[in-house]
């Protein structure tokens, strides 16, 4: 006779973009080997998807994480981690006078403590004139996968701007239905102002981020730590 598979204990936390509240189980002994894996590379493509492949099997809910923002699968990642190996991650940090004092310091960091932080007053709309406004999205998971951070250039810039345009509208007329070359060639369209404007939308995205403030073990003296991004939080295991 097989063996049984256990049943996992149920979690709920919410998607921060959307506010919508999904059930979560723990990852498995199988799915952290993938995660450690993953790790080891230190590939920031094999990262993101084995991630987006844990969130999508524990996720109990009818979701498409392909879609989700950058900042959602961080924030999942992390929830799904708490409750999968514990909220509370010891550390051993070299701090700012580790030269001096040859002694590394002991912390702790608290995922519970981790949020997204959404700007004040952000909007997706932006204003390019007095006639056309765009709706711009976040990020997901599958532009996140297109862009090349080693080799950045011009062209990439404009898909990655151009795959972000939700709908460009006026008081009239709404277009929301377009290929990505015609939102590429909008894109090459707008003016230097124009298109600062939209850069300005994605500066002052949510981010997930957690700075701890320490002091060295042996000297008392403070040092930071800062986390910003999957692979700060992917690393912390």
Known sequence: MALPKLNNIEFLTEIPSTKKEIRFRPFT?????????????ADKKSI????????SDCVLDDIDVSKLAGFDIEFL?????????GDVIPLKLRPDCFE???????????????????????SDIVELNDTYSVKMKYP????????????????????????????VFDKDNVHDTFTLDEAKDFILSLTVEQL??????????????????????????????????????????
């Open 29 to 41: 002994i199988k799915e952290q080997k993938a995660l450690l894996i993953a790790r080891e590379s």
């Open 48 to 55: 993101l998807n084995s991630v987006v492949t844990i969130i």
């Open 77 to 85: 990642f992390l929830q799904i981690r708490g409750q999968s190996i």
């Open 100 to 122: 001096e004092c040859k002694t590394p310091t002991e912390v702790e960091i608290n995922l519970k403590d981790i949020k997204v932080i959404f700007p004040d007053n952000a």
């Open 140 to 167: 997901d998971y599958r532009t996140l996968m297109t862009v090349n951070t080693q080799q950045l250039d011009v062209e990439q810039n404009i898909e990655f701007l151009a795959r972000n345009i939700a709908m």
């Open 196 to 237: 600062d404007k939209i850069l300005e939308f994605f500066r002052n995205a949510p981010v997930m981020k957690h700075t701890l403030d320490y002091k060295c073990m042996k000297c008392g003296k403070g040092s930071k730590l800062e986390l910003n991004g999957l692979q700060d939080f992917f690393s912390l295991g």
